[in-house]
């Protein structure tokens, strides 16, 4: 069946560092592929998606490149901000059926001053 | 435009007891779908509804129940609950269930403990 693989968190990071969170699927066909954020005590946000290869999701300054040769949607952001400090959710949407996302676990951000 | 809003936004059952969620999806969204995030874990399918009829369901057993209404919004139903029913419940509606291209907008959920 289809499924998400992120990396294990925590990650830590000082402010204006480099960020990268790994993801990659399994999935038959060509799903559409999300980041979500969810930041303490709310609901998920969508923070970026790509439908098709070599597409590139971003939003606030974060990226992600749909790579269909690698089967990955890694999450970068050049520098973060402590406001960027959360929990990322990579999600797939697979074609046809019911339009169900299926998630990863989450990779919690830290984001220190 | 207002968002997707779920009510309660917490609720403490005892083990057995029946719960209902409820969601109002966001305006000119007439596809619902519910989640179950238990804690530090990512959101897993419970199933969608789609102009009031089920569109389909993840693993879960036939104590979780829904409807949908005319007006789109849509309630969660789960009978007999045990304590592994603890988790955040998201409720997430999108425009159209035969488009592939969109995110859905999700809520802010319910936090039902079982004790």
């Known amino acids: 069946g289809n499924s998400v693989t992120q990396m294990e968190g925590p990650v830590t990071l000082s402010e204006e560092a480099f960020l990268t969170i790994n993801c990659t699927y399994t999935?038959?066909?060509?799903?559409?592929l999300f980041w979500y954020v969810q930041y303490p005590g709310e609901g998920l946000q969508l923070l970026l998606k790509?439908?098709?290869?070599?597409d590139k999701g971003s939003n606030k300054g974060f990226e992600a490149t749909y790579r269909k040769e690698t089967t990955s949607f890694h999450l970068e952001k050049g520098s973060v901000q402590v406001s960027d400090s959360a929990v990322y959710f990579c999600?797939?949407?697979?074609?046809?059926?019911?339009?169900?996302?299926?998630f990863g676990k989450g990779t919690k951000l830290t984001v220190n001053p | 435009e207002t968002g997707v809003t779920q009510s309660p936004t917490h609720l403490i059952k005892t083990r057995g007891q029946q719960v209902t969620l409820r969601c109002s999806s966001q305006s000119g969204h007439n596809t619902v779908s519910w989640y179950q995030q238990a804690l530090g874990q990512g959101p897993q399918f419970i199933f969608q509804y789609y102009r009031e009829e089920e569109n389909g369901r993840g693993n879960f057993p036939p104590r979780f129940s829904g409807l949908q209404f005319p007006n789109y919004s849509s309630e969660l139903n789960v009978n007999a609950l045990e304590l592994d029913d603890s988790a955040l419940y998201l409720c997430?509606?999108?425009?159209?269930?035969?488009?592939?291209?969109?995110?859905?907008?999700f809520g802010s959920g319910t936090r039902l403990t079982v004790v």
């Open positions: 999600a797939l949407k697979s074609q046809g059926g019911s339009e169900k996302l299926v």
């Open positions: 790509a439908t098709k290869a070599d």
């Open positions: 999935a038959t066909g060509y799903p559409s």
């Open positions: 997430a509606s999108s425009p159209s269930a035969q488009r592939g291209d969109y995110g859905y907008t």
